[in-house]
C-alpha cells in the first residue's frame, strides 16, 4: 500500500496513520495471497520501466518545434504560467522557451517568457522583503504561495531571471536575480560553505505567519509619511488578502500608484526601498521558519552552477567566491574515495550518491571553471562523469541508471527520464555531456548523451512538459554551438574585458575555456597576439581569426 502523506490521526478525508498501519496489518493477516499477488503484478509494472516501449528515433528540429506548440498551447496568456491552479514556478520550461526564441526568432516565445517571470516577480510566490521564491502559488495569479522555499526552485529562478535579463536588459530581472541569489547567502548557506535545502512554511505553527503583515504593523516601522505610500504599492488592505493578514505583491505599475498617491514615482520608489530594508530588518526579529540543514548534493550542484554564471555574467567576486566555497565544499565533505556520496549534516556525509548528485555537480562544475578560469574545476568535472558512466551506464537500453552499479540491490534497478521540480538525472547527464564534448572534442562524451535523447525523442514532442531539460539539452545539441577559447591570465584586466563580452550576453551553446595551455583542449596551441590576452571564436571548431579587443570580439559574438 502506498500514498504520498497520511495525518497523525483521521482528517479530511485521510486515514490516520495509525488506523491504516491497522488496515494492513489486518488485511495480510486474512488476505495474505491476494496481497502476494498484488505485490507482485507492482513488481512486475515496475520492471517494465518508465520508459518501456522507448524507441531510437533521429534528432531533428521537429521535435523541438512540436515541443513549442506544445508547451505554447498551455501557456496562460492573462496571468503567465502553464495551466491552473496550483501553479508551480515553471523554470524549466521557460528556459526552454528562451532558448527557443534565442534559436528561432519567435517574439512570442519572447513574451511568454516576459509576462511570467514579470507576474511572478510581481506576486506573491516572491518573497517581495527577503527575496527568493515560494515553492508554488495556490492561485492561478501567483498571490497565495505555499510559504516554503526549496533551494532547487530559487536555484533554477535565479538561472532564467539571469538569462532574461541578458536578453531584455530589464533592469526587473537583475533585482530578482540578485536579491534571489542574495536570500541565499544570507539564509541558505552553511559556514563550510553547503547550500542548506529548504525552509519551512510555518513558523510558531502557523502556516506564513513570518511573512504576512498589517497596515498596523508596517506603519510603526515606516511611520505615517512613508507607510500609506508603501502599503498602496504593495496592495496592503486593512481587511488583508490572507486570513486577515497581507502577503505583500505588486498588482499594478508604480506610475499608476504615484498618480493615485499624489506623489512623484521618485518618491514612492524612495519609500518602498526604504520601507523593504526597513521591513526585512523588523522581520528578522519574528521567530523564523524551521530549516532543513541537511545538504543534498544533487541541489548544491543546481546552485553551483546558478552562483557560478551569475558571477561570470555580472562580474560579481562576491558570487564567485560563493561557488568557490560550494566547489570545495562538494570535494572535500561530498565525496569519499573518489566517489560523491548523497548527503550532508552535522559533521557527516553519508549513502552512495545517485545519478542526479553526478550530473549535476558535474554541470555545475563546468560553471565554476567557466566562471573562475582554475582548470582544476575541469578536471574535478571530467573526473566524475567518467564515474557517472562507469557506474551508471546501461549499455543495453543507451541510457542512465538512477542508482549506481554498487548500490544496494533493489525491487528494480530504477531509471528517471521525467522532468519533475528538478530536473532528472539522465536530462542533466545529458545536457553536462554534450557540454564535455564541446569542451573536448571527444566522441565519448557524445556518444552517451545522444542516445537519452534518440530514445525520448517521441515522448519528448508528446509530453515536453516532462522533458523541459532534455529539450534545452536537445536545443544545444541540434543548434550552433560556440567554442570559445581566451588565451591570456584571467587576472589581468585585458583579459577580464574579453571574459565580461563574451558572458554579459545571452549564448546558451557556448563553452569558455580560459588561461594558457594547461591542457585543456580548447587552449592547446593557440598562441597569442603580439603578447596580448587573445580570443578564438569557433563554431563546430572551425574558427574565426583570432581577435584581442571586446569591440572586435562583439562582432564576432553578435548574432548577423
Known amino acids: ?35 502476494l499477488n498484488a505485490a507482485a503484478a507492482v513488481v512486475a509494472e515496475l520492471r517494465k520501466g518508465e520508459a518501456s516501449g522507448a524507441t531510437m528515433q533521429v534528432l531533428s528540429a521537429e521535435i523541438l518545434e512540436s515541443a513549442i506548440s506544445n508547451v505554447a498551447g498551455n501557456y496562460d496568456d492573462r496571468n503567465g504560467g502553464f495551466g491552473h491552479a496550483p501553479k508551480f514556478p515553471p523554470s524549466m520550461a521557460l528556459t526552454f522557451m528562451l532558448r527557443s526564441y534565442a534559436r528561432t526568432g519567435k517574439v512570442h516565445l519572447l513574451e511568454i517568457v516576459d509576462q511570467t517571470l514579470t507576474r511572478m516577480a510581481f506576486g506573491g510566490i516572491y518573497d517581495q522583503i527577503g527575496g527568493g521564491f515560494h515553492r508554488y502559488s495556490v492561485d492561478a495569479y501567483w498571490l497565495v504561495p505555499h510559504f516554503e522555499k526549496m533551494l532547487y526552485d530559487n536555484a533554477l529562478l535565479s538561472r532564467i531571471y539571469l538569462d532574461a535579463y541578458l536578453v531584455t536588459g530589464n533592469t526587473l530581472y537583475l533585482r530578482i536575480t540578485r536579491e534571489t541569489l542574495d536570500y541565499v547567502t544570507r539564509e541558505m548557506t552553511s559556514p563550510e560553505g553547503g547550500f542548506f535545502s529548504s525552509q519551512d512554511a510555518d513558523s510558531e505553527g502557523v502556516e506564513g505567519k513570518y511573512y504576512v503583515w498589517s497596515p498596523r504593523e508596517i506603519e510603526e516601522v515606516l511611520g505615517d509619511e512613508d507607510s500609506p505610500l508603501f502599503c498602496e504599492y504593495y496592495g496592503v488592505s486593512p481587511e488583508g488578502n490572507f486570513e486577515g493578514r497581507n502577503i505583500l505583491n505588486v498588482p499594478r505599475d508604480a506610475s499608476l500608484v504615484a498618480r493615485l498617491c499624489r506623489v512623484t514615482e521618485e518618491r514612492l ?149 521525467y522532468d519533475n521540480a528538478t530536473p532528472s538525472g539522465n536530462s542533466v547527464a545529458a545536457y553536462a555531456l554534450l557540454r564535455l564534448w564541446r569542451f573536448t572534442g571527444e566522441e565519448k562524451w557524445l556518444k552517451h548523451a545522444t542516445p537519452i535523447m534518440e530514445r525520448m525523442a517521441q515522448p519528448m514532442s508528446r509530453y515536453p512538459s516532462a522533458f523541459s531539460n532534455l529539450l534545452c539539452a536537445l536545443d544545444y545539441y541540434l543548434s550552433g554551438s560556440k567554442e570559445i577559447a581566451v588565451v591570456g591570465d584571467p587576472h589581468v584586466d585585458g583579459t577580464r574585458s574579453l571574459l565580461r563580452e563574451i558572458f554579459q550576453r545571452y549564448l546558451p551553446n557556448k563553452v569558455v575555456a580560459c588561461g594558457l595551455d594547461d591542457g585543456i583542449f580548447l587552449l592547446k596551441d593557440r598562441p597569442q597576439l603580439n603578447g596580448q590576452p587573445t580570443v578564438y571564436v569557433c563554431e563546430n571548431y572551425a574558427c574565426k581569426a583570432p581577435v584581442t579587443s571586446p569591440s572586435e570580439l562583439a562582432g564576432l559574438l553578435n548574432p548577423p
Open 269 to 417: 520608489l524612495q519609500a518602498v526601498g526604504r520601507g523593504r530594508r526597513l521591513l526585512l530588518e523588523a522581520r528578522m526579529m519574528r521567530i523564523k521558519p524551521g530549516r532543513d540543514e541537511k545538504v543534498l548534493t544533487s541541489w548544491n550542484g543546481l546552485m553551483l552552477r546558478s552562483f557560478s554564471e551569475a558571477a561570470a555574467a555580472l562580474d560579481r567576486d562576491d558570487y564567485r567566491q560563493t561557488a568557490v566555497r560550494s566547489g570545495e565544499f562538494v570535494i572535500s565533505k561530498l565525496r569519499r574515495d573518489g566517489r560523491l556520496l548523497r548527503t550532508y549534516r552535522d559533521g557527516t556525509s553519508k549513502y552512495n550518491a545517485y545519478l542526479e548528485d553526478y550530473a549535476c555537480i558535474v554541470d555545475g562544475l563546468l560553471s565554476l571553471y567557466e566562471a573562475t578560469c582554475d582548470s582544476q574545476w575541469y578536471f574535478r568535472a571530467t573526473e566524475l562523469a567518467d564515474i557517472m558512466i562507469e557506474q551508471f551506464w546501461d549499455a543495453a537500453d543507451s541510457c542512465f541508471y538512477f542508482t549506481s552499479a554498487d548500490h544496494e540491490k533493489l525491487i528494480e534497478r530504477p531509471k528517471e527520464f
Open 1 to 35: 500500500y502506498g500514498g504520498t502523506y497520511f495525518p497523525p490521526e483521521d482528517r479530511h478525508g485521510l486515514p490516520g496513520f495509525p488506523r491504516l498501519l491497522a488496515g494492513i496489518a489486518h488485511a495480510y493477516r486474512t488476505k495474505k495471497d491476494e496481497i
